[in-house]
């Protein structure tokens, strides 16, 4: 069976290193496997650019343009923002014409345009579209937030707050998907997570749609090193990481928040704590206040940077006020550094709490940066890392979560399982 999975990149971002871990766990299954992208970052054999890089930039640029007559010349909320307006003529390339299959993953910033959906859904094949966010339930964004216009068919969309006051843009795209959902030949839809799937079902989009849930496929290569617990007063590091730290979505000043909590509340243990940090970040500042020791590793690329990281980490601290599947979690519980996180997304799908790892209730009113609610929030959170604190320094306690969390990433994410999953909705037989 031939199957073109269709991603931007192949490299950049987490949905390119999912659907790339997709594409070779489906050609280990036996499929034809092979992804067309708009960057091609790889040396892989199996991608395949759509055409060439100064073509490709003509409907991403004019997407933009559009985007930014509608919020007024405004570049706030530029890329927060996505319409599907323009698109590449994905429907006349050769991998799309002649596969058996087609699977869209993050398509954006002009690689497809809804126009081009509809094109790929009259040449009759199964079409499956991985959603990595909730922009395929939405008008233009990609996380609702604390926006609930997508549930609604009275004023679906119509109020979108990343646009200016009075703007239809909104509304007027969440109609054109509506419309192209509604083809004779519908879209198997998959969430990476079952909130995801909740957030579709509950929709106006996809409420009478076909969804899904199949999680990102993480690769575990070889044996984590093995850890033995902690002696009393011995230093614990603590890691936070993203793309970017000081995305409001990663609630950083939580984070902050938090460190000065365990300092006041604890200091002894305060003593011990080290905070690791990496990724990027726009504004150096939001990396200083911490109430403990901190050490940022900028950005780190490549597998053995990743799993070295994680391995001189014992807790990964989540401070975000939702994530669709965080692959942090994941990776943390692969190398054995126990995870600490709010319940606000797919967490629930990694974490069983306090066997492999610790969720946290999020508070209402965080989001908005209320006082008490930051508080209150970093108050949770300091309780999870306390709880996974006094985790490393027991030890038959510390044995069982390590060995829990590397058995629930082989058992819910393994390669094979994600890609017997896409064969099987798909209609394919395998052995």
Same mark, same amino acid.
């Given at each position: ?19 790339? !871990?997709?594409?070779?766990? %489906?050609? $280990?299954?036996?499929?034809? @496997? ?5 960057? =091609? *970052? ?115 969309? !119509?109020?979108?707050?990343? %646009?200016? $006051?009075?703007?239809?843009? @909104? ?5 054109? =998907? *509506? ?115 901190? !050490? ?136």
């Amino acid at each position: 069976m031939k199957i073109v999975i269709v991603n931007k990149s192949d490299s950049t971002g987490g949905a390119a290193v999912v659907s790339r !871990r997709l594409m070779e766990a %489906l050609r $280990e299954e036996g499929a034809d @496997a092979r992804m067309l992208v708009v960057e =091609k *970052l790889t040396d892989s054999s199996y991608v395949e650019t759509v055409s060439p890089k100064r073509k490709a930039m003509v409907p991403f640029l004019m997407e933009r343009l559009k985007i930014f007559i509608h919020l007024r010349f405004s570049r706030k909320n530029l890329f927060k923002v996505d319409t599907a307006s323009d698109g590449l003529p994905l429907w006349r390339h050769p991998l799309v014409k002649d596969a058996d299959a087609i699977l869209l993953n993050w398509v954006n910033q002009g690689m497809l345009s809804l126009k081009g959906v509809r094109k790929i859904l009259e040449l009759g094949k199964p079409v499956v579209w991985t959603m990595h966010d909730m922009w395929c339930m939405t008008g233009v964004c990609h996380h609702a937030g604390l926006c609930r216009g997508f549930e609604d068919k009275d004023t679906l969309c !119509r109020d979108c707050p990343l %646009l200016p $006051e009075g703007d239809s843009l @909104a509304c007027d795209v969440a109609l054109r =998907k *509506l419309a192209t959902y509604g083809l004779a030949r519908k879209i198997k839809f998959v969430a990476v997570s079952r909130w995801l799937a909740e957030k579709g079902r509950g929709s106006v989009l996809l409420g009478a749609q076909d969804v899904s849930v199949i999680p990102n496929a993480f690769i575990i290569n070889g044996e984590s090193r093995s850890r033995i617990a902690k002696r009393n007063g011995e230093k614990v590091t603590l890691l936070f990481g993203a793309a970017r730290l000081d995305d409001p979505i990663k609630g950083l000043p939580v984070l902050v928040e938090t460190t000065r909590k365990l300092r006041m509340e604890n200091p002894e243990l305060a003593d011990r704590l080290e905070l690791v940090t990496y990724g990027g970040v726009k504004n150096a500042e939001a990396l200083t206040g911490f109430g403990i020791r901190h !050490r940022h590793l900028g950005v780190i690329k490549g597998e053995d940077a990743i799993r070295e990281t994680y391995e001189n980490a014992d807790i990964l601290v989540s401070a975000s006020s939702y994530e669709t599947l965080p692959g942090t979690l994941v990776e943390a519980q692969a190398y054995g550094c126990i995870p600490v996180s709010f319940d606000r997304g797919g967490q629930r799908d990694i974490v069983d709490h306090k066997s492999t790892g610790y969720i946290a209730r999020y508070p209402e009113g965080c989001e908005s940066a209320e006082d008490d609610a930051v508080s209150e929030a970093a108050s949770r959170l300091a309780e999870g890392v306390r709880w996974a604190v006094a985790m490393t320094e027991n030890p038959s306690g510390y044995a069982d979560i390590i060995r829990n969390m590397r058995k629930n990433v082989e058992t819910r994410f393994s390669p094979q399982a994600v890609a017997r999953s896409y064969l099987s909705l798909i209609g394919c037989r395998f052995g």
